[in-house]
Structures are given as C-alpha cells and as structure tokens.
C-alpha cells in the first residue's frame, strides 16, 4: 500500500457517513423517498469509482491529458462534496429530535439553497473566472529612479501553466497577449513557471508569445516548475535536455531569460539593472539562485535594481552572498523586486478594497503590494492553474501594469496646492 492510499481512504470513510446519513434521510422523506434516495445512491458510488481512479493514476509518469483529466475529476468530486457538507452542517441541527416542524422545512429550504449555490460558485470557478482577465495598475515612487526613467511602465505576468489548458485555450493566450500588447509597456517581464511539467507544454502557444513586444523587449526567469522536477523523467540527461528545450525556446520567442543574470536598460545617460535570479527555495529542489553570478559588475549602491525572483517568500530571508561570506537579504539588494507562484492559492475575496487569500497561512508576501522602506515587492497571482483547475472567487489572471514614478520633492504652486518637483 503506497503512502497516497492513507489520506483517500480516510477522506472516503468520512464522505461514506455523510452519504449514508444523507440516504437515510432521504429514504424517510414523504415525496418520492425511492426516487431521492437511489439518484443519491447512484451518485456517490460515481464519485467513489472516479475518486479511487483519480488518485490511482501515476501523476507523474502521465501524459499532460491524462496528468489534466486527474486534476478535472478532483475537482469535480469536490464540487459535489464541499456543497453536501456545508448543507449538512445546515440541516443537521434543524433535524433533531426536538425540532419542529416549520424549523425542519426552513432548514431544509436554507441547506438546499446554500449547496446549490456553492455548486454554482465552485463551477464558475472552472468556465467563468480563469478565462477573465484583470489587469491591475500599480503606481510605485522611488527616490533614487533616474529622472530620465520616471513613467517607465513595466508590465508583469507570470505562472502561465500551459499544460493545464493541455494544448487548447489557445484564444484565451492569444487574448492575454494582446491585453498586455494594448498596455503599450516599455518593458515586459514574466516572473517563472512557463509549464507545469515538461517544455513540450508550451509549443501549442509558442507562436502566440513570440508576439508580445515592448520598448526593451521581455525579460524572464526560470520557476520551479520549468525545471522538470514535477515529472519523473528516466534520467537526469533526459530531464536537463527538456529544460535545455524549454530555454532555447524562449530565445526562439524573442525572450530574454535572465538564469542568474543581468541586463543594463539605458536612457540618455542613466541606467537600471534587471536581475533575474533563479528560484531559491531549496528543498525538495536545488538551490538554484546564485547571487554572486545575478549581480557581478552591477552591484552599486546608487544603481536602481529590477529583481525578478519566483518566489517571493525570500524577500526578507537572508541568503549567501559573495562567496558565503556575507548574508543579506533580498529586499535590501533590489528597490523593487517582482514574484509570483503563489497563485493566491487560485482562491480570493475582494472585501471593500482589502483582498483576502488562504494562501497568507503559507506565504505573509502572496499577492499585491509590500513594502520594506525605499524597497518594494509586487507579487503577481499570476495566469494559469496547478493542482485544481479553476480559480475561485476575485482570483482573476492577473496581467500586472506597473508605473515607474521619480519621487522628489513636493512644492507648492502658485495656489498653495502641492505639486511634485
């Protein structure tokens, strides 16, 4: 028995004491008890069969549709449980024995609605929101931007997963291509995560990417999914082959993809680096992230850095630097640093302006703005989907426009009204 087996059996004992109870129920109901009882007999023993094949599947020896069909039939197994929990717990109170009749209509009428409404939510989370694009404007000042820089507009997307849309979607990549066209960006920067699995992913939406373009072009970085480490590859040539395929193709894009590397973006005289560095969360991948190498011959105080690093939780941990001598952290070597991979979890509710996420319980940096300081992170919640497919609530793709603002100091004019100098 593999270690996979532990949590679905206790997951179906659980789900077999709700069933049972609910046909109970439903077999002592005074409108069609056969009818309501078997159609609920018939279902759960559906869920059970595709559940125990769903989780049966080697998921990582798979081809990319089967590795695609697993993620469906999960989650459309829960779509159907999370709806009879939330209703049970509803009901279940409102059918004790001391309960009165109008108490257990009410109930019975509040439990229904509910389920059928989260059904609902849970299945626009499937068709409707992954395939809204939000695009979010950002405006960020910054006291050492050079003048000739102020307006820069950087835009920003990342975590495109394109095995999850396993060779079709591609009207919806075309449509996320030309909303960040339309933005008119000076620079274009997809912060990692290209795939999920394997480099083949993306060759449907190859073309398609090769044409965004901006004033200083797009920059990228590797995530820990483009690396391979989600398949189980029969050697170590075979996996180091498909990551070599998977960055000659971004090159083919037109894309520049900074492994541990920088590029000088110039204006008149003035300049900022873009550093990306590779991702560094260690265990159970390698460390990846080399900041000797990021930052050689670009490491001046006075520089204005553009760090693109996946994983925002490093900002402020402290990592090795210049040969392990000294430690410093990330938010301190870049006065913006850009990130994604948290997804938001693909679940968020937007609440009176404030974003709530069950991401933040794993990651304090997992989507919009921090600040540390002069320095900043932006963590975009990205495109695509890993694990379920579908995004949940205000987790819209996000294409990320960023503003680049030189802050000076503030004059009044004539009036008395403040202006910036």
């Given at each position: ?186 620079l274009i920067c997809f912060t990692g ?30 995530g820990n999914h483009d690396d391979g ?32 590397d920088n590029i000088i973006l110039k ?155």
């Amino acid at each position: 028995m593999t270690i996979q087996w532990f949590p679905l059996i206790t997951l179906l004992v659980v789900n077999f004491g709700l069933d049972l109870w609910l046909f109970r129920k439903l077999r002592r109901d005074k409108k069609w008890p056969r009818l309501k009882s078997g159609v609920h007999a018939v279902l759960s023993l559906v869920l059970l069969a595709m559940m125990v094949v769903a989780i049966s599947i080697p998921r990582r020896t798979c081809e990319n549709s089967t590795f695609v069909a697993v993620m469906w039939m999960l989650y459309l197994y829960y779509t159907f449980y999370v709806p009879r929990y939330l209703a049970a717990l509803v009901w279940m109170p409102t059918h004790l024995k001391k309960s009165g009749k109008l108490t257990r209509k009410i109930g019975g009428i509040v439990a229904t609605t509910l389920g059928v409404l989260v059904f609902i939510y849970m299945w626009l989370g499937l068709f409707v929101i992954p395939y809204h694009v939000k695009v979010e404007h950002v405006e960020m000042e910054f006291e050492n931007l050079p003048q000739e820089f102020d307006g820069y507009r950087i835009v920003q997307f990342s975590d495109t997963h394109l095995g999850t849309y396993n060779g079709g979607k591609t009207e919806f990549i075309q449509e996320f291509v030309d909303s960040i066209n339309a933005l008119n960006p000076d620079l274009i920067c997809f912060t990692g995560d290209l795939v999920s699995r394997r480099s083949d992913e993306a060759l449907p939406y190859k073309e398609i990417l090769s044409k965004l373009h901006a004033r200083d072009g797009v920059v990228s970085i590797l995530g820990n999914h483009d690396d391979g480490h989600y398949f189980d590859w029969p050697s170590d040539e075979a996996r180091n082959a498909d990551l070599k395929a998977l960055i000659e193709m971004q090159k083919e894009m037109g894309w520049k993809l900074l492994i541990n590397d920088n590029i000088i973006l110039k204006r008149d005289s003035s300049e900022i680096a873009v550093v990306g560095t590779n991702y560094f969360n260690g265990w159970p991948f390698p460390r990846w992230g080399n900041l000797d190498t990021a930052y050689v011959d670009y490491d001046r105080s006075d520089r204005f850095v553009l760090l693109l690093q996946h994983a925002p939780k490093q900002w402020k941990l402290d990592w090795s630097y210049q040969r392990r001598i000294t430690m410093v952290r990330l938010c301190d070597k870049a006065d913006l640093m850009l990130s994604g991979h948290t997804h938001a979890m693909q679940c968020m509710a937007t609440l009176f302006g404030h974003k709530f996420s069950p991401a933040w319980f794993n990651n304090e940096f997992w989507g919009g703005l921090y600040t540390e300081g002069d320095h900043k992170l932006y963590v975009n919640i990205g495109v695509g989907m890993v694990g379920m497919p579908a995004r949940l609530g205000t987790a819209y793709p996000e294409i990320t426009l960023i503003t680049l603002k030189k802050r000076g100091e503030c004059i009044a004019d004539e009036h008395g009204n403040k202006i910036r100098d």
